[in-house]
């Protein structure tokens, strides 16, 4: 029996030792996402910052790929929490780049899917779901730069975003917490809607003073 014990601390203290590191990890990811969102938007006035922007998304990408490999034998480890949250904000950071570059390059967005950003499916939509809020700051950014035509299009993709996320009605130990950020995002878009009515407002007066003037 005492050679089963040993056996069984063994196989906890690799189990331990692998939760370190992997901890360890994805919050050197994390970090590293919140960085490349900082970049994306610091991108619009700086556009030197795009490289760095997705230099940082590339290492955030290995390392989620080390704890990929790291726990593929610990699933328990696996979805304590720790690692989706890690992928919920690289999800973050690559669709804000993504919807970002678009829109200033006059393209199309595309969205990646969490099969290409290789991201559990909860924290995709997490993802997505707080992507909202930095697209809300974009918008800002192209009312002060009196791009309104262009703020609305934002605005319309984030309310499609907002109804893709209604679509998933399902409990929230699948989810995990989607149903608190879809509301979140509710409350960004009627917000910012009446930011951008505000602006076409006062573009329309500033027009009538210059005709009268």
Known sequence: MMEDI?????????RDLAREEAIKLTREATRLSAR?????H????????IEECKNSLRRARELLNEVDNLLKDMPE???AGFVEHAQQEFAEA???FNIIRAFEDGKNVRIPSP?????TDASYLGG????VGECRRYIISLLIRGETKKA?????LCEDIHHILMEFDFPDALTHGLRHKADIASQLIDKTRSDITAAFAAERIEKVVKKVG
């Open 6 to 14: 040993q056996l069984i601390i063994e196989r906890m203290e690799r």
């Open 36 to 40: 490349a969102i900082r970049q994306i």
């Open 42 to 49: 610091r991108s619009l006035d700086n556009p030197s910052e």
């Open 77 to 79: 480890i696996y979805y």
């Open 94 to 96: 690559v669709i804000t």
């Open 115 to 119: 099969e290409e950003l290789n991201v």
């Open 128 to 131: 997505l779901a707080d992507t």
């Open 152 to 156: 609305q299009k934002v605005l319309a």
